[in-house]
């Protein structure tokens, strides 16, 4: 069981930048992937980001270059960076986890964070 709780989200100015982070409890954090998703209201829940517990990343086109994920092994957390947010990035950002390598599809996570809000104003 893992379980996941994000922070850092808010209100920023398109531009600038904000950094997300995920905590995970439970064991066996380095053999799960993760996951940042988001999801805007009307829209579907989309991947943004994704790390295997070895390091690779994967990012949707969309935010490639301007954002960033890292994990850290240790400590349980994982991490996204936004450079250059722009409106269009405007959502609840979700942290997820799952079992060995990244999927891009929501439903293959089997767990979730409560999501935090990111607000880009322009």
């Known amino acids: 069981q893992v379980q996941l709780v994000e922070a850092g989200g808010g209100l920023v100015q398109a531009g600038d930048s904000l950094r997300l982070s995920c905590a995970a409890s439970?064991?066996?954090?380095?053999?799960?992937?993760m996951g940042w998703f988001r999801q805007a209201p009307g829209k579907e829940r989309q991947f943004v980001a994704g790390?295997?517990?070895?390091?690779?990343?994967y990012y949707a086109d969309i935010v490639k270059g301007r954002f960033t994920i890292s994990r850290d092994n240790v400590k349980n957390t994982v991490s996204l960076q936004m450079n250059r947010p722009e409106p269009e990035d405007t959502a609840v950002y979700y942290c997820?986890?799952?079992?060995?390598?990244?999927?891009?599809?929501?439903?293959?996570?089997?767990?979730w964070g409560q999501g935090t809000q990111v607000t880009v104003s322009s």
């Open positions: 997820a986890a799952r079992r060995l390598l990244v999927e891009t599809t929501p439903d293959r996570y089997a767990y």
């Open positions: 439970g064991r066996g954090f380095s053999d799960y992937a």
């Open positions: 790390i295997n517990g070895g390091g690779r990343t």
